[in-house]
């Protein structure tokens, strides 16, 4: 029990960031369900991946998603823009980019979200290097933004602690 009570306070700690979630998806309904979702998805995440729970810094977390948002957009308008002028160049690569973020939560959310990036996707990660094809150039810059904003999403300390 004491175990039990031991994962709910900690697993609670991702409550706030699951019920923004869960209001982006349902549009604010269902919140006696949602309530529920939300402590049974906290209780198993901590259960599941005790040694992965990293603290999420909430001004980080309110600058990762203003940078995902925005990078979203930008990314969606280069698509459309690319779909509707078929004769705009490309400068397809593939690049290496060794990045500074632990194994666990903060690579695999830089990872997942690259492909966020105007004209980037990741094909591929080995221990702290990220294949990146790439249709817009040089991603290097933009691959560095997002990886500092990943690290500003766990306070910091991330990188620190993983190097």
Same mark, same amino acid.
């Given at each position: 029990?004491?175990?039990?009570?031991?994962?709910?306070?900690?697993?609670?700690?991702?409550?706030?960031?699951?019920?923004?979630?869960?209001?982006?998806? =349902? !549009?604010?309904?269902?919140? /006696? #369900?949602? $309530?529920?979702?939300?402590? &049974?998805?906290?209780? %198993?995440?901590?259960? *599941?991946?005790?040694?992965?729970?990293?603290?999420?810094?909430?001004?980080?977390?309110?600058?990762?998603?203003?940078?995902?948002?925005?990078?979203?957009?930008?990314?969606?308008?280069?698509?459309?823009?690319?779909?509707?002028?078929?004769?705009?160049?490309?400068?397809?690569?593939?690049?290496?980019?060794?990045?500074?973020?632990? =194994? !666990?939560?903060?690579?695999? /959310? #830089?990872? $997942?979200?690259?492909?966020? &990036?105007?004209?980037? %996707?990741?094909?591929? *990660?080995?221990?702290?290097?990220?294949?990146?094809?790439?249709?817009?150039?040089?991603?290097?810059?933009?691959?560095?933004?997002?990886?500092?904003?990943?690290?500003?999403?766990?306070?910091?300390?991330?990188?620190?602690?993983?190097?």
């Amino acid at each position: 029990m004491a175990k039990l009570l031991s994962y709910l306070r900690q697993g609670l700690h991702l409550a706030p960031l699951l019920l923004l979630f869960w209001w982006a998806l =349902t !549009g604010g309904t269902a919140w /006696l #369900f949602g $309530a529920f979702a939300v402590v &049974l998805a906290a209780l %198993l995440g901590r259960y *599941l991946a005790p040694a992965l729970m990293i603290g999420v810094s909430l001004p980080g977390l309110v600058r990762f998603i203003l940078f995902f948002v925005y990078r979203s957009i930008l990314g969606g308008l280069d698509v459309a823009w690319r779909a509707m002028a078929p004769g705009m160049p490309l400068q397809r690569q593939c690049v290496q980019y060794e990045t500074a973020l632990p =194994t !666990g939560q903060a690579q695999t /959310l #830089f990872v $997942a979200t690259i492909s966020l &990036l105007p004209g980037t %996707l990741a094909c591929d *990660l080995d221990e702290n290097r990220v294949l990146v094809h790439s249709i817009a150039g040089d991603p290097h810059a933009e691959l560095s933004r997002l990886e500092t904003r990943i690290d500003h999403l766990y306070s910091g300390k991330v990188i620190a602690e993983g190097t």
